[in-house]
């Protein structure tokens, strides 16, 4: 079975300080994709970044880092220096090779940076 | 940077009555899908589309709902007798490469609301 797991329903935190959104996956194909997507306020959902399953480099853009560990199935996101326009809702979404076409969300994390 | 158009923004419609959903995904992009995602809940696969015909649906995708791409640039969704469980935030996406993995970009979304 396929399956994306967001244990944080809901995060605050103020300004300035680091986050770390937890994802947990699962799945039998060992060819898959890990993404993130973020839902701001106004509705939109957008491509954070992918990942491959043969790739567990971490990566960092700017304040955004990534930690990829298959031993624990978790592709977990960090925001270093949160702002407030970081307020939105994450979701970390995984499509396999037995399905491609089909992204597979979490049911995602709400972030509240308060100023 | 090229990104996918939805419209309306938001319809509101009476139970029964038919809605169409229009879509205009980015150019070169071959792979075409439908998600929804009701209120406050994660956003669910509905259907993808490719070489215009169907490849793969969920079983939320039942006979009221169909698809297609009138033309060489819209996509479309077509819920045949709303039901007020169809209201939602749908998403159009679209992905660009064929025959292997590639990561699909979301529209803005349409608010769907049955009354």
């Known amino acids: 079975a396929q399956k994306v797991t967001q244990a944080q329903t809901e995060i605050s935190v103020v300004e300035k300080e680091d986050v770390t959104l937890d994802c947990v996956y699962e799945?039998?194909?060992?060819?898959?994709?890990l993404f993130w997507y973020k839902q701001p306020p106004s509705g939109e959902l957008v491509f954070l970044i992918r990942r491959n399953s043969f790739d567990e480099q971490n990566e960092i853009s700017g304040r955004y880092s990534w930690n990829f560990q298959k031993s624990t199935s978790s592709f977990n996101f960090t925001i270093t220096a949160s702002q407030v326009v970081d307020s939105a809702v994450y979701f970390c979404a995984l499509t396999q090779k037995t399905s491609y076409d089909k992204v597979i969300f979490g049911p995602g994390t709400s972030l509240s940076v308060i100023p | 940077e090229p990104e996918v158009t939805q419209t309306p923004s938001h319809q509101v419609t009476q139970m029964g009555q038919e809605v169409i959903l229009r879509c205009v995904p980015i150019?070169?992009?071959?792979?075409f899908y439908w998600y929804r995602q009701i209120l406050g809940q994660k956003v669910e696969f509905l259907v993808s589309?490719?070489?215009?015909?169907?490849?793969?649906k969920s079983e939320i995708f039942d006979d009221q709902f169909s698809v297609e791409r009138p033309d060489g640039s819209n996509f479309t969704l077509k819920i045949r007798s709303t039901k007020l469980e169809d209201s939602a935030m749908y998403f159009c996406a679209s992905r660009e490469v064929p025959g292997t993995h590639g990561t699909q970009y979301f529209g803005p979304g349409t608010r769907l609301t049955v009354l």
């Open positions: 799945t039998r194909d060992t060819t898959y994709y």
């Open positions: 150019s070169n992009h071959l792979y």
């Open positions: 589309f490719y070489n215009n015909e169907i490849s793969e």
